[in-house]
Structures are given as C-alpha cells and as structure tokens.
C-alpha cells in the first residue's frame, strides 16, 4: 500500500501539469480534464495495492483519464458542443509523452494568464492547474487562508470556462503575457525551494518550464535570467540541509555545490547580458552569481551583493528585494541602515512575513537589540517547516545565554 501511494504521488507531482494540459487542449475544458485526472488518481490509489504498479504509470493515468472524460461527453452529447468533442475523443492516438509533441503546458500558462484572469490569481492558478499545487501550498506562499485560497481558485477556473478561453494560442501571445509567465515559473520554484525536498519535483518542474520559455522566446533576457537564477539555487539544493539541520548559505561546503550547474547558470546570465535588457530576474540571479564565486575566492563579497540589492531594491521593488538589502546591509556592519530598510516596509504586508522577522531578528541580535528574542520567536511562530524552526530557536537561545 506505501509503495503503491508513493508511485501515485510521484507521478501526481511529476507529470499532472503535463497531463492536464494535454486533456485540457484535446476538450478545452480545464474543470473536466482536472475531474477527470483526480478520478484516474484515485482508480490508482484503489487498484495499484491490488494489482501492482503498471510499467508506465503516467500513460496508465492517462488512459483512465481519457475515458472519464469519454464518459462525461458520452453523458453530455446531447449538447451541440459535446458532440464533435465525443467523436474526437474515442479517436484519440497521439500522447503527451510523444517527444515530437508540442508541450501544452505553455498554452495551459498562457490561458491562466489571460486579461480576463484576475491579475493577482494568475500565479496561483499556474501553480494549481499546471503544476498541480494544492491550495493550502499555495496559500501558504502568498499569505492568505487555504479556504480562501481555495475559493478564489474556484472563481479563476469558472471565469476560464465562462469565457471559453482557447488554450490554442499564437506565439505573439506568448511574448505578449512573457512577464506572466515568468512570475509563475519564479513562483513555483521559490515554493519547491520553500518546502525543501518534500517538494523536488516542483523546482525541477520549474527549471523545465524556465527552458521551455528560454527556447519559444530566444530573444528575452529575462527569460535567460531567471532560468539562470534557477540553476544557481538548484546547484546548492543538496547542500542546504543535513540530516535534521538548516545550513545558511554562507556556511554550506561550496565543494558540495553542483558546480555543472554553476557553469551553466554562468554561461546563460552571459548570455542575458548581452541582450543589454535588464531586468529584476537577471540581478537577481547575478547576486547568485556573486554568492557562487565563494567556490573560488572562499571569500562572500557582502558589499557587491549589498550594491545589487540596493538597486534591486529601488529599481523593482518587492519585499523579497529589500529584506534582501538588509540582510546584506548586516553583514557589513551597517545594522542601522538595514533596520531602517526594513522600518520603511508597510506593516500590514509584513506582519506575516516570516522571512522578515527572520532578518529583523537576526539584526536586532547583532545590535544587542532587547527585542531580538521576542523577534525570533515571532519568526518561529510564522513558519512551518520543522527544521528552520529549530535553526531559529537555536539562533534564539543564544542571545538569551548570551
């Protein structure tokens, strides 16, 4: 039974966008090809322990699928819509797993980046229906209840239906809603990266996705920087953690990073540069870049990366960017200066924030700040990954014996 459950969420975590986008683009239906790739799911979790794990579980999820959705046009063919859509689906051959097949991903993203998409939904829903994120993940990366969450997506799916938004779409589309795109590829692999190796599969996914972009838009820096970016948080995936421990980046064995990965990250950030388009993901990758050099120098150059932030910060700015710069700030002795970048964020996008309590704590510890505990356990209380809690804690008991 364990086993069987793990193939199923495997192939649930590595191939369901893949799959929803195919039975998606064949139907135009996004709620039916989603009903009917959760009722092949559960078929898998009910037949699997009995019948052993089939050689190909995506295709074996695929032909489940399939007939549900034969069933559901069977059951609706007295509608004019569902009566060529009955005919072609019994005629189906081609496969998403056909490598000459084009991936319906991207015209899957595209739909969900559409103008009549709530603008604020459009991330969500790709991580939802494309990569197959639940809605408590979700809702937990952008800091709202999963119910709330949950219905909001409710919402974003029926407006795609009720629009009869096409999922075939022309390339000018694609470089039209680029910046879309990228945000959620952005997203997903920060929410991968957030939930550690629990969530591997989605960072890969991600990467993936960020080639796909590179290769349809060839022209776009941004696209090569955040691909780049990518690769170099991946390249230190497998050092982040060991055993029940957070290891800080500054403190993780650079001998460890992948450095294939590294390379590639540098070579494609060259190649963005040329370009002469800057933008928010190429400096943000090129402050990975400066983070990667450790690997040769042994040394962090804090003030280079604290000048990237800054600009970051000024040019396109976002809390991730100015928690950054004050991250950074502290570790050239301008605690005060970092303070002062986070006093200037607005409170109520904070308040929930863990990472900013994490870096408020950390500087109010440096400057022997009386709050600096108060701070941390603030920071501990917000997140739910057991292990940077611990690591927080740990940081926390030594300004108290201190």
Partial sequence: MNEARRVVELAARSS??????????????LAVAEDAMGEALEAALRQWPAEGVPDSPEAWLLAV???????????????????????????????????????????????????????QMRTPLMLNTVLGLDAKTIAASFLVKPTTMAQRLVRAKRRIQQAGLTLETPERDLITNMTSLLEVVYAAYGTGWQHGGGRGAVTVEAIFLGRILCDFAPASAEAKGLLALMLYAE????????????????????????????????????AAAKAGQPGPFQLEAAIQSTHAHRAVSGQTD????????????????????????AAALSRIDACNRGLDVLNALPPDRVARHQPYWAVRAHILAEIGHPDAAATYERAIGLSDDPVIRLWLATRASHIRTS
């Avoid at 369901?16 to 239906?29: P, S």
């Avoid at 819509?81 to 009955?86: D, K, P, T």
């Avoid at 421990?245 to 060259?270: C, G, K």
Wanted: charged content about 30%.
């Fill in 16 to 29: 369901y966008g893949t799959l929803v986008a195919w039975l998606t683009a064949r139907c135009n239906d």
């Fill in 235 to 270: 390249s230190r995936a497998e050092t982040r953690r060991r055993e029940d421990r957070y290891i800080p980046l500054e403190e993780q064995d650079t001998a460890r990073w992948d450095h294939s990965l590294i390379a590639e990250a540098e070579q494609t950030l060259r």
């Fill in 302 to 325: 804090w003030h280079g990366i604290a000048r990237l932030y800054s600009i970051l910060a000024v040019a396109y700015p976002s809390l991730g960017a100015s928690i950054g710069w």
């Fill in 65 to 119: 699928a399939r007939r549900r959705m034969v069933d559901y046009h069977r059951r609706e063919k007295t509608r004019i819509a569902a009566q060529h859509l009955l005919q072609e689906a019994e005629e189906w051959t081609e496969s998403p797993f056909t490598p000459s097949l084009p991936d319906r991903r991207l015209t899957l993203m595209l739909a969900c980046a559409h103008e009549q998409i709530d603008p």
